[in-house]
């Protein structure tokens, strides 16, 4: 890895923590090159003056479309470009790999590096099994959100320094893109932390117990497909086989018995946390962690043992 890319994800101008992590697992594979794209947002005045790594805004322009996003696969021409699970990460690697016709790898949970050769694990079939493939051609590489980069190297932002702009005037005839921030609630693929929850909370009234923790845990909520059917939720909270796929560090399944309907939508969770009356939930054999009792007993007790921390 000459040169190496990152599809860096920012929030309040800063880097993610996630981002900050994939620039220290990457640097540790010594690249010549290492290049940030970051949203105009960014705050180039916060950091340091060294030259370790390369910057590359994106002004505020659409990418709709194979023309408007020209300038940044020009850009990134002999960079391995790499990003983490995300909706505008995959929607923007997936249009580079089409513009550029070159071969994009996602859903990653392990990669290593050697003799120019990438070996990568990554989950197949709803994550019911995982695929061991090699690769030396790809140029386009989506980890998942739970990849454990925890055997990187630290990472500062003062080793960021150098910013190079994409100018229309040096020969490139389209406007290079942006990056648009998704307001509102936090979109379930891209939740670090998710409660969910399914008929076990007996009647839709008491959704808020549900909301209210995941407010005091920065979680994004999602459902059951009984839940959905019932016109309790609204579709796009469902996870499962036939809804939403997420893959959270953390996931709080709370009155959810855990059909393997339910399970092919969040088995790809670092930890899951399951509360559930019945002891013989199947969804107790797939749990890190188990609670036997009343959700809605539970979560307004946990939710206040939070808020007070």
Known sequence: MKKVAIIAQTKEGQLTESTQQLIAFLSSYHPETIALVVSDGFKFNQVAASTAI?????????????????PLVAALDGFTVFGIKSIY??????LLAACSSKELISGIQQMTYANGQFTIS???FSGKASLSLTTETAAYFSFNRNFDFSASPSFTEQSINKTATLNPSNGSKAAVI????????????????VVGAGRGLKDPSNWAIVEDLAKALGAATACSKPVSDLNWRPHHEHVGQTGVKISPNLYIACGISGAIQHLAGVNGSRIIVVINNDPEAPFFKHADYGIVGDVNDILPRLTKKLQLH
Do not use: H
């Not at 942006?178 to 932390?193: E, F, H, N, W």
């Open 122 to 124: 990554k989950s197949i």
């Open 89 to 94: 990460v995959d929607n923007l690697l997936s």
């Open 54 to 70: 390369q910057v590359i805004p994106l002004s505020d322009a659409l990418w709709s479309d194979s023309a408007s996003i020209q």
């Open 178 to 193: 942006a990056l648009k921030p998704i307001t509102g609630s936090i979109p379930l693929p891209d939740a670090a932390l």
